[in-house]
Every structure is written in structure tokens, then in C-alpha cells.
């Protein structure tokens, strides 16, 4: 039994031993666990207040991207809606161009007349479809040229200073093609 005894005991030292080593540790190392504490809630808070820094930023960003996105869609949206005017003056004035044909050759078939229209019209959307400024502007020129004859191949013919039963230069124009 004293062996027991002695056992536990033995047992019963180490263990506080073990505790004082513990506390001691505790004891001289309580400074650098205060100040590890106090960093690492430092470091937390450091890193809580970028975040909130970042996210302002982030948010401001944000902000000029939608404000400037909104502005670029309006100016689309304006930019599109004169170009759709503009397509309809367009195409109001090859109707009239088609009108002025009739009338001042009205022995033409109202098919040749079409025709002509038809022509005037692949021009325009050729000119609106072309992708390159400058092939957009070859396309316009194109057009000019074309209503630019068919007036003066009507203005003639009614002013009686041809002719031609046909605006023969306007067919011209459109063979070539």
C-alpha cells in the first residue's frame, strides 16, 4: 500500500509540477502573450479599416462606371434615334425622287420607276450598313450622284430640253452597277 501511496503521490507531484512549470511559463511569458493580443486585435482592426477604405473606393468606382455608362447609353440612344430620323428623311425624299420621275415622264412604266427607286434605296442602305467611314462615304457619294441625275434627267425632260423618252443617264448609272 505505500507503494501505492508513494505512487500517488510521486503522481500527484508531477502533476503540480507540471502545473508550476505551466504557470511559470504563463508568468514570463505574459508580456509577449499581451502583446501578441494587442497585435493581432491591431492587425484585426488595421485590416477591418482597409476594407472599409477599399469598399468606399470600390463603391466611388462603381458609381463613375454607372454614371459614365449611363451617359455613353443616353448618347447612343439619342445618336441612334437622329439616325433613324434621318433614314426616314431619307427615305421620304427617294419617295419624292420616285414621284418626280412619275410625273415628269408619265408615258414611263410605273416598273421603271420601281426600278429606279429600287435602286436609289439599295444605295441609301448600302451607305447606312457600311461598317468604314470611308466606305460609307463612297456609298454617300454614290447616292448624291445618282438622285443628282435623276433630278436633272426629270428637270430636263420637263423643262423640254431633251428628247429622250427614258431618263436614259439615270438607267446608265444604274447598268454600271
Not at 34 to 51: P, Q, S
Not at 149 to 177: C, F, M, S, W, Y
Request: net charge positive; glycine share 0%.
Amino acid at each position: 500500500m505505500t507503494t501505492f501511496k508513494n505512487w500517488i503521490l510521486t503522481l500527484v507531484k508531477l502533476f503540480h509540477s507540471v502545473k508550476d512549470e505551466n504557470l511559470q511559463w504563463k508568468k514570463t511569458n505574459q508580456d509577449q502573450q499581451v502583446k501578441l493580443k494587442h497585435a493581432r486585435v491591431l492587425a484585426a482592426k488595421t485590416l477591418e479599416t482597409e476594407l472599409k477604405k477599399r469598399n468606399v473606393q470600390l463603391e466611388h468606382e462603381l458609381t463613375l462606371l454607372r454614371t459614365k455608362n449611363n451617359t455613353e447609353l443616353s448618347m447612343f440612344k439619342t445618336k441612334c434615334k437622329q439616325d433613324i430620323k434621318d433614314y426616314k428623311q431619307y427615305l421620304a425624299s427617294l419617295d419624292q425622287l420616285k414621284r418626280s420621275i412619275q410625273a415628269s415622264y408619265k408615258h414611263l412604266p410605273e416598273a421603271v420607276a420601281f426600278t429606279i427607286h429600287h435602286h436609289a434605296k439599295h444605295l441609301l442602305n448600302q451607305m447606312w450598313e457600311a461598317k468604314d467611314f470611308e466606305q460609307k462615304m463612297q456609298h454617300e457619294i454614290q447616292l448624291i450622284k445618282f438622285m443628282t441625275t435623276v433630278h436633272e434627267d426629270a428637270r430636263l425632260n420637263l423643262e423640254g430640253a431633251t428628247t429622250e423618252k427614258l431618263p436614259e443617264r439615270t438607267l446608265n448609272l444604274i447598268q454600271q452597277k
